[in-house]
């Protein structure tokens, strides 16, 4: 082996740990944070004590909003490693890992090992791969199974006929779409296939290349996928008539997948709202997208089968999703890996002009200023710093910590910049990755942490009402009773707060003197006598009351009107 080559293979190697490390960064730290992670752990957990793992609860509740699929790789995730601190992590990591991997190989057969590389880097540089891969959300997990399905289908479509990855790219749709309704959307591939198909129709088909016919076989494997949970849902619902579980199917097959596309009742967005998000979120891929699309546009016309189904299946995806009133960043996100795909084999000749190379070092030069700026902000205890801390009651003893870290980021990126400078800008982005899931993991979220999770409002709610006391929530968040040092009596979750109060005004009734309540401060009742009520804190932009079973006045017969928050409003 020549020195070059054992050299090129020792960067290699330092690439897959760095990377591998970045994402790992911080993993036990932090415990679950609003939006979603709550809700995902508190399902898991309650499957793994009570050892029903088809149907997910919220509390007392059925959870209705998503498939547990993605409960159950968390719920299996503790049964391997413990704790709930990592092991809520655990799919969402392995699931960046997978989606990578993918983009590799899929760059390799599609190209050459070279392209592969370029590929993987342009992924892992993008902010919001990195986001997500650290982040419990459903989304990291839905992308590598549609980047898995995408991988079966373009092996398939653009090698030559192989079953076995048709096969696996159906399942892996299937999977994909009881894990969040969407996950079918690798089928559309199907379209531009097609497509370029018929461009091609006066020229020699390659010798063994997939037919239409073979296509077929992507039914059965997608619905052997659907069939991990519609199977044991069905002879659930064939073998209960509770209506209870007949409104959960109703909710998530119906309300919570068609309605939700359709009509959504939240997240209500502008049709061109994506254009922002890959603008922001694919920094700082984004800044190379004015010369991609040119680029992209003449090998189109040229009829590349490559870019015909990358391409078209990225753009099916952006006017499928912008289509729906309904809009959040996370949508868009299983296009990403395919674009860097797409965009890896231009990348060396795009980065040998100094105009892309100067928007790369802009890009880490004003990340550079911008964290020097907090952090000296933070570290003077300036009144833009404590002003921040106030509006969301976190103390000032956070300000050297948060500081430090943003200081000693900002620093680290001057010496790259003054080091690496625009010729090599690449890697430069690369770094800064590198460098900020490293502060995203190590330090700024657990300093966060006790006040993003709800943990240090929790803790003192149990240190003011004592060990002993019985505790109750009304109007809660899954944070809360996540967060919760005893066992809780909740009175529901989507149910009016009226209706939480007919049930929680007894039960404070029962031992006055025992039971505490917690409740949001606007879902306060006038039948509380409120100079008994303890303002305990504010959380998640949300202000909580505790308020002894004495302060409840049990000749009160006023209503409070009033909804629980949907699950898509409350934080």
């Given at each position: 082996?020549?020195?070059?080559?054992?050299?090129?293979?020792?960067?290699?190697?330092?690439?897959?740990?760095?990377?591998?490390?970045?994402?790992?960064?911080?993993?036990?730290?932090?415990?679950?944070?609003?939006?979603?992670?709550?809700?995902?752990?508190?399902?898991?957990?309650?499957?793994?004590?009570?050892?029903?793992?088809?149907?997910?609860?919220?509390?007392?509740?059925?959870?209705?909003?998503?498939?547990?699929?993605?409960?159950?790789?968390?719920?299996?995730?503790?049964?391997?490693?413990?704790?709930?601190?990592?092991?809520?992590?655990?799919?969402?990591?392995?699931?960046?890992?997978?989606?990578?991997?993918?983009?590799?190989?899929?760059?390799?057969?599609?190209?050459?090992?070279?392209?592969?590389?370029?590929?993987?880097?342009?992924?892992?540089?993008?902010?919001?791969?990195?986001?997500?891969?650290?982040?419990?959300?459903?989304?990291?997990?839905?992308?590598?199974?549609?980047?898995?399905?995408?991988?079966?289908?373009?092996?398939?479509?653009?090698?030559?006929?192989?079953?076995?990855?048709?096969?696996?790219?159906?399942?892996?749709?299937?999977?994909?779409?009881?894990?969040?309704?969407?996950?079918?959307?690798?089928?559309?591939?199907?379209?531009?296939?097609?497509?370029?198909?018929?461009?091609?129709?006066?020229?020699?088909?390659?010798?063994?290349?997939?037919?239409?016919?073979?296509?077929?076989?992507?039914?059965?494997?997608?619905?052997?996928?659907?069939?991990?949970?519609?199977?044991?849902?069905?002879?659930?619902?064939?073998?209960?008539?509770?209506?209870?579980?007949?409104?959960?199917?109703?909710?998530?097959?119906?309300?919570?997948?068609?309605?939700?596309?359709?009509?959504?009742?939240?997240?209500?967005?502008?049709?061109?709202?994506?254009?922002?998000?890959?603008?922001?979120?694919?920094?700082?891929?984004?800044?190379?997208?004015?010369?991609?699309?040119?680029?992209?546009?003449?090998?189109?016309?040229?009829?590349?089968?490559?870019?015909?189904?990358?391409?078209?299946?990225?753009?099916?995806?952006?006017?499928?999703?912008?289509?729906?009133?309904?809009?959040?960043?996370?949508?868009?996100?299983?296009?990403?890996?395919?674009?860097?795909?797409?965009?890896?084999?231009?990348?060396?000749?795009?980065?040998?002009?100094?105009?892309?190379?100067?928007?790369?070092?802009?890009?880490?030069?004003?990340?550079?200023?911008?964290?020097?700026?907090?952090?000296?902000?933070?570290?003077?205890?300036?009144?833009?710093?404590?002003?921040?801390?106030?509006?969301?009651?976190?103390?000032?003893?956070?300000?050297?910590?948060?500081?430090?870290?943003?200081?000693?980021?900002?620093?680290?990126?001057?010496?790259?910049?003054?080091?690496?400078?625009?010729?090599?800008?690449?890697?430069?982005a690369v770094l800064t990755a590198f460098l900020l899931w490293n502060l995203y993991g190590w330090g700024l979220m657990p300093a966060l942490d006790p006040y993003s999770s709800a943990s240090a409002l929790m803790q003192r709610v149990g240190q003011r009402i004592g060990p002993q006391a019985e505790l109750g929530m009304l109007a809660w968040r899954e944070q809360n009773l996540l967060q919760a040092d005893r066992k809780v009596t909740e009175f529901g979750f989507k149910r009016p707060w009226d209706k939480q109060w007919q049930d929680a005004g007894p039960w404070l009734a029962q031992a006055p003197r025992a039971r505490w309540l917690l409740v949001l401060d606007q879902a306060m009742s006038p039948c509380v006598d409120r100079s008994q009520v303890i303002y305990i804190g504010s959380s998640n932009r949300n202000r909580w009351q505790l308020l002894p079973g004495t302060a409840w006045r049990t000749d009160c017969h006023s209503h409070l009107q009033g909804a629980a928050a949907s699950e898509d409003e409350q934080d």
């Amino acid at each position: 082996m020549s020195d070059a080559l054992l050299l090129r293979n020792r960067w290699r190697i330092l690439v897959c740990v760095g990377i591998v490390l970045a994402l790992l960064a911080g993993m036990g730290l932090r415990q679950p944070s609003p939006p979603d992670e709550p809700r995902f752990v508190l399902a898991a957990r309650a499957m793994v004590d009570s050892g029903n793992w088809l149907l997910p609860h919220r509390g007392g509740e059925l959870y209705a909003e998503k498939p547990p699929v993605f409960m159950w790789m968390q719920a299996a995730s503790h049964t391997v490693f413990g704790g709930w601190d990592l092991a809520f992590l655990v799919p969402s990591l392995l699931a960046g890992l997978l989606t990578l991997w993918l983009t590799w190989d899929l760059a390799r057969r599609l190209w050459n090992r070279r392209v592969a590389w370029w590929a993987v880097l342009a992924l892992f540089s993008c902010l919001q791969f990195g986001l997500m891969a650290k982040r419990a959300q459903i989304d990291m997990v839905l992308v590598a199974m549609t980047t898995l399905a995408m991988w079966g289908l373009l092996r398939h479509l653009l090698e030559r006929r192989n079953l076995g990855a048709l096969w696996l790219a159906g399942f892996a749709a299937g999977l994909g779409t009881v894990t969040k309704g969407v996950g079918f959307l690798p089928l559309l591939v199907l379209l531009p296939w097609a497509l370029w198909r018929w461009r091609n129709r006066d020229q020699a088909r390659p010798v063994g290349a997939a037919s239409a016919r073979s296509l077929w076989w992507l039914l059965p494997a997608f619905l052997l996928g659907t069939a991990v949970w519609l199977a044991p849902l069905g002879i659930a619902l064939l073998n209960d008539p509770e209506p209870s579980l007949q409104a959960y199917a109703r909710e998530l097959l119906f309300k919570q997948t068609g309605t939700r596309y359709a009509n959504a009742w939240h997240h209500v967005q502008p049709a061109w709202y994506y254009l922002q998000v890959m603008v922001t979120l694919w920094l700082p891929g984004s800044l190379l997208l004015p010369a991609l699309l040119p680029a992209w546009w003449r090998r189109l016309k040229r009829l590349d089968g490559r870019y015909w189904l990358l391409l078209g299946w990225s753009l099916l995806v952006l006017v499928f999703f912008s289509a729906s009133p309904g809009k959040r960043e996370v949508y868009i996100f299983p296009m990403l890996p395919l674009l860097c795909v797409a965009a890896a084999p231009l990348l060396p000749g795009l980065l040998r002009k100094a105009g892309a190379r100067w928007l790369l070092l802009a890009y880490v030069a004003l990340l550079a200023l911008a964290a020097l700026y907090i952090g000296t902000q933070l570290l003077s205890g300036s009144a833009w710093a404590h002003a921040q801390l106030a509006r969301r009651e976190m103390p000032d003893s956070l300000l050297p910590v948060l500081g430090s870290w943003m200081l000693g980021f900002g620093v680290v990126l001057v010496g790259l910049v003054a080091s690496l400078r625009q010729r090599r800008a690449g890697a430069l982005a690369v770094l800064t990755a590198f460098l900020l899931w490293n502060l995203y993991g190590w330090g700024l979220m657990p300093a966060l942490d006790p006040y993003s999770s709800a943990s240090a409002l929790m803790q003192r709610v149990g240190q003011r009402i004592g060990p002993q006391a019985e505790l109750g929530m009304l109007a809660w968040r899954e944070q809360n009773l996540l967060q919760a040092d005893r066992k809780v009596t909740e009175f529901g979750f989507k149910r009016p707060w009226d209706k939480q109060w007919q049930d929680a005004g007894p039960w404070l009734a029962q031992a006055p003197r025992a039971r505490w309540l917690l409740v949001l401060d606007q879902a306060m009742s006038p039948c509380v006598d409120r100079s008994q009520v303890i303002y305990i804190g504010s959380s998640n932009r949300n202000r909580w009351q505790l308020l002894p079973g004495t302060a409840w006045r049990t000749d009160c017969h006023s209503h409070l009107q009033g909804a629980a928050a949907s699950e898509d409003e409350q934080d």
